[in-house]
């Protein structure tokens, strides 16, 4: 394992660990151990009680619960108001004020930040300098208070929805942090056009990634006169299943011979199984359920075809890139997805897969269709799919730049820097640091920047 940088120590805080749909911040976290970070994990909720994939219990020992029960929240509470009144009051101020105008968020907000507030307690302790937080929602209202009450800077991952969706709160939250991350170039792009050039600079466009040792080329499957399609999505409304099972009776009716499997749960698990019970697809789509991560690979490798039928629902929701896609890229399968969000980041039409406009069955038929009819086109996709992801949707070249962008804010100054351990340590016994600039002295009124390779797009819109 390469070294680890001295006096660095990053704190990865998300709402659930484990978590069934979060893969993608599972492999990250164990990309970023080999490569050297010191990591402790803060679920802010616990654990989910779901599958668990491979590689999961490697991370366990470095899970720090929160001791559970009201008298420790509580007491959590007076200490900080003993401590650091001002500092307490203003994080539940900055919370209240921030959610306001979002009901959902505001209550949310009411649970956020005593668990915080319980959490920071444990993050000064333990030494934490620099906390990294996954979605731009919940999670980062809990790095803004552990901030606020103890001077430890945060960085956060905005995914999907939680830029597309309610962003109540989100522009204090990227003024206050010292880096942020984004997957992909549309959501950069998102941000700058909503919080301006300023709020564009200090964030860094690093796409998750596929792990390509636990993607290995696929062998060319033994035809059986059966062309086998696989999605794996989250059972969600924003993923498009209801036009994916339409677009299956539709190749029924073109005497196409093929089976789809649906690997994922949800809250529109009842609407697809009625969905395919009323047109009679019982047989030709299949409804899996949550399947582990070695379980959905071994899927992938007996399929002919992936397909994600992203959409964009009515409320805005929709995919950001989805790593499903990557992982199903990565083992060689040519793939079909729609043109939402970033997804034409990494599936360029006829290039490296196949895009068709979201909610249209025809179109998502005719795509799969041509697949089934051209194996060989389909290979070549394919072929060129791998390369595209092992090129540049690759953890192991991704994980680089979020260690060094985790380093670099680790090491930006401020409270945290400035105290060292020992000074963190000490908010715990009524030392007060002096309070964490935001800027370097003389950058006042100017933006942060970033190494040119954080900055800048991390891959460019043609496959190498």
Same mark, same amino acid.
């Given at each position: 394992?390469?070294?680890?940088?001295?006096?660095?120590?990053?704190?990865?805080?998300?709402?659930?660990?484990?978590?069934?749909?979060?893969?993608?911040?599972?492999?990250?976290?164990?990309?970023?151990?080999?490569?050297?970070?010191?990591?402790?994990?803060?679920?802010?909720?616990?654990?989910?009680?779901?599958?668990?994939?491979?590689?999961?219990?490697?991370?366990?020992?470095?899970?720090?619960?929160?001791?559970?029960?009201?008298?420790?929240?509580?007491?959590?509470?007076?200490?900080?108001?003993?401590?650091?009144?001002?500092?307490?009051?203003?994080?539940?101020?900055?919370?209240?004020?921030?959610?306001?105008?979002?009901?959902?968020?505001?209550?949310?907000?009411?649970?956020?930040?005593?668990?915080?507030?319980?959490?920071?307690?444990?993050?000064?302790?333990?030494?934490?300098?620099?906390?990294?937080?996954?979605?731009?929602?919940?999670?980062?209202?809990?790095?803004?208070?552990?901030?606020?009450?103890?001077?430890?800077?945060?960085?956060?991952?905005?995914?999907?929805?939680?830029?597309?969706?309610?962003?109540?709160?989100?522009?204090?939250?990227?003024?206050?942090?010292?880096?942020?991350?984004?997957?992909?170039?549309?959501?950069?792009?998102?941000?700058?056009?909503?919080?301006?050039?300023?709020?564009?600079?200090?964030?860094?466009?690093?796409?998750?990634?596929?792990?390509?040792?636990?993607?290995?080329?696929?062998?060319?499957?033994?035809?059986?006169?059966?062309?086998?399609?696989?999605?794996?999505?989250?059972?969600?409304?924003?993923?498009?299943?209801?036009?994916?099972?339409?677009?299956?009776?539709?190749?029924?009716?073109?005497?196409?011979?093929?089976?789809?499997?649906?690997?994922?749960?949800?809250?529109? =698990?009842?609407? #697809?199984? /009625? %969905?395919?019970? +009323?047109?009679?697809? !019982?047989?030709? &789509?299949?409804?899996?359920? $949550?399947?582990?991560?070695?379980?959905?690979?071994?899927?992938?490798?007996?399929?002919?075809?992936?397909?994600?039928?992203?959409?964009?629902?009515?409320?805005?929701?929709?995919?950001?890139?989805?790593?499903?896609?990557?992982?199903?890229?990565?083992?060689?399968?040519?793939?079909?997805?729609?043109?939402?969000?970033?997804?034409?980041?990494?599936?360029?039409?006829?290039?490296?897969?196949?895009?068709?406009?979201?909610?249209?069955?025809?179109?998502?038929?005719?795509?799969?269709?041509?697949?089934? =009819?051209?194996? #060989?086109? /389909? %290979?070549?996709? +394919?072929?060129?799919? !791998?390369?595209? &992801?092992?090129?540049?949707? $690759?953890?192991?070249?991704?994980?680089?730049?979020?260690?060094?962008?985790?380093?670099?804010?680790?090491?930006?100054?401020?409270?945290?820097?400035?105290?060292?351990?020992?000074?963190?340590?000490?908010?715990?016994?009524?030392?007060?640091?002096?309070?964490?600039?935001?800027?370097?002295?003389?950058?006042?009124?100017?933006?942060?920047?970033?190494?040119?390779?954080?900055?800048?797009?991390?891959?460019?819109?043609?496959?190498?």
């Amino acid at each position: 394992m390469p070294q680890r940088q001295a006096g660095v120590r990053i704190g990865y805080l998300m709402s659930w660990y484990p978590v069934v749909t979060e893969t993608f911040i599972l492999h990250e976290m164990l990309e970023l151990r080999r490569l050297g970070v010191d990591l402790e994990l803060y679920p802010l909720f616990g654990a989910a009680h779901d599958v668990r994939h491979p590689g999961s219990e490697v991370l366990s020992p470095l899970v720090q619960r929160r001791a559970r029960g009201p008298w420790s929240l509580l007491g959590a509470q007076l200490r900080w108001v003993l401590r650091r009144p001002k500092h307490y009051f203003r994080a539940w101020a900055g919370a209240l004020v921030g959610n306001a105008r979002s009901p959902g968020f505001l209550l949310r907000a009411l649970i956020v930040v005593p668990l915080a507030a319980q959490m920071a307690e444990s993050m000064a302790r333990r030494g934490i300098t620099h906390v990294h937080a996954h979605f731009a929602t919940h999670p980062t209202l809990a790095a803004h208070v552990v901030r606020e009450l103890t001077g430890i800077g945060y960085s956060f991952t905005a995914h999907a929805h939680d830029l597309f969706m309610d962003r109540a709160m989100l522009e204090g939250k990227i003024a206050a942090a010292r880096r942020v991350v984004t997957i992909s170039r549309f959501n950069r792009a998102l941000i700058e056009r909503l919080f301006g050039p300023a709020a564009a600079a200090k964030t860094a466009v690093i796409p998750c990634g596929v792990n390509p040792r636990h993607f290995l080329e696929r062998p060319r499957r033994e035809p059986d006169g059966i062309f086998r399609v696989a999605c794996v999505a989250a059972l969600r409304d924003y993923k498009g299943h209801r036009w994916l099972v339409d677009a299956c009776a539709l190749l029924r009716e073109r005497g196409v011979p093929f089976r789809c499997a649906l690997v994922g749960d949800g809250p529109e =698990r009842a609407r #697809i199984e /009625a %969905r395919v019970e +009323a047109a009679g697809l !019982r047989g030709w &789509v299949e409804l899996l359920g $949550n399947q582990p991560h070695d379980r959905m690979r071994a899927l992938l490798a007996r399929s002919d075809a992936m397909v994600l039928p992203s959409v964009v629902t009515a409320s805005g929701m929709m995919d950001g890139i989805p790593v499903a896609l990557m992982e199903a890229m990565a083992a060689g399968l040519p793939v079909v997805s729609t043109r939402v969000s970033g997804i034409p980041e990494l599936v360029q039409d006829r290039r490296t897969g196949l895009l068709a406009p979201p909610g249209d069955a025809a179109a998502l038929a005719d795509a799969l269709e041509s697949l089934q =009819r051209d194996p #060989i086109w /389909a %290979r070549r996709l +394919a072929e060129a799919g !791998r390369r595209h &992801v092992l090129a540049h949707f $690759n953890l192991q070249r991704n994980a680089v730049l979020l260690r060094d962008l985790l380093f670099a804010a680790a090491g930006q100054r401020g409270r945290a820097k400035a105290q060292g351990r020992k000074g963190i340590a000490g908010t715990l016994t009524g030392t007060s640091p002096e309070r964490e600039e935001s800027r370097e002295p003389g950058t006042q009124g100017r933006p942060p920047t970033l190494p040119a390779q954080l900055s800048a797009p991390s891959h460019p819109t043609t496959p190498r």
